[in-house]
């Protein structure tokens, strides 16, 4: 009896053991990782690194391969900023994209989280059933060039499947496109006013570059050009509001948690498609 008992505790300790090693061995890694990065920053940039964590991490469907998704907070000369990298490591060597030779996968496809059903609320809707079965999300920009052609055809085509729906997430790219975050609070202004059909193709049609530049910051300026397109009268008052603000920093916070960067970002069913073309199977 003693002698199991024995062999019970020494298997015990052995399994503490191995997950101790484990759990040291990641977090070795991890600190390879961060002064890799570090490294590479400080010696290639003239930026310099406030804060730097591991955002989130995967075991690749590659054998010893790791992803990293590392969240940085940056200064550089023109301001502080915050951004997302994502690498690979083995443990011996690092890279910034890696693929699959056969298919031509790109990992960060499985590096990318899954959008959940908390997202997918009333207020982003804009084609489609809150309970339809498929659900199709997109983070855009209304002055995104690769947006504005893309946005009303798929807001089309959503409306024609049976069982399909499609969620607008506000991610106006103020260091390219200043412009389009006065773009933004007015559409959410307008949304929550509910008065006008079909919102977001028209914000995609509106051609607003015939009245302000994409880069153009005076406020006024931008809101007549709004005005002239919409038929709306907006003003500044109008549009900076905590509640308008708090849902557009709801939305920016989404962005930041999936590590999006770019517009246009497409997820079908919870997962990213890079292809942005997924939902044309769904009848």
Not at 39 to 55: E, G, Q
Not at 70 to 92: N, Q, R, W
Not at 213 to 233: A, H, P, Y
Not at 256 to 267: K, L, N
Request: aromatic share 6%; hydrophobic share 35%; net charge positive.
């Amino acid at each position: 009896m003693k002698r199991l008992l024995m062999l019970k505790l020494l298997m015990i300790a052995g399994v503490l053991a191995i997950t101790s090693c484990s759990a040291k061995s990641t977090t070795k890694l991890d600190d390879k990782v961060l002064k890799f990065e570090e490294t590479r920053i400080v010696s290639t940039t003239n930026l310099k690194i406030k804060k730097m964590t591991v955002h989130s991490k995967k075991e690749l469907p590659l054998k010893g391969w790791t992803g990293y998704v590392l969240s940085l907070e940056l200064i550089s000369p023109k301001g502080d900023f915050a951004t997302k990298d994502t690498l690979y490591t083995d443990g011996s060597v690092v890279v910034m994209d890696l693929y699959d030779i056969k298919t031509a996968t790109n990992y960060k496809e499985f590096m990318a989280p899954e959008l959940s059903s908390k997202h997918y609320t009333k207020e982003h809707l804009i084609a489609g059933k809150l309970d339809a079965k498929h659900k199709v999300a997109v983070f855009s920009d209304p002055l995104c060039p690769a947006c504005i052609p893309y946005l009303p055809g798929l807001i089309d085509e959503i409306k024609e499947k049976k069982d399909t729906a499609l969620y607008y997430i506000h991610l106006p790219l103020q260091s390219l496109h200043p412009a389009a975050m006065t773009i933004t609070k007015a559409m959410i202004k307008l949304e929550i006013d509910g008065k006008i059909d079909g919102l977001t193709k028209k914000i995609y049609q509106a051609n607003f570059q015939t009245e302000f530049d994409s880069r153009e910051t005076d406020e006024k300026k931008i809101l007549d050009g709004i005005n002239k397109k919409l038929g709306v009268k907006l003003t500044s008052k109008d549009i900076n509001t905590k509640a308008i603000q708090d849902r557009l920093d709801k939305d920016l916070s989404i962005s930041d948690d999936m590590g999006i960067q770019g517009t246009p970002t497409i997820y079908v069913d919870g997962k990213q498609d890079r292809t942005r073309s997924a939902y044309k199977k769904f009848k």
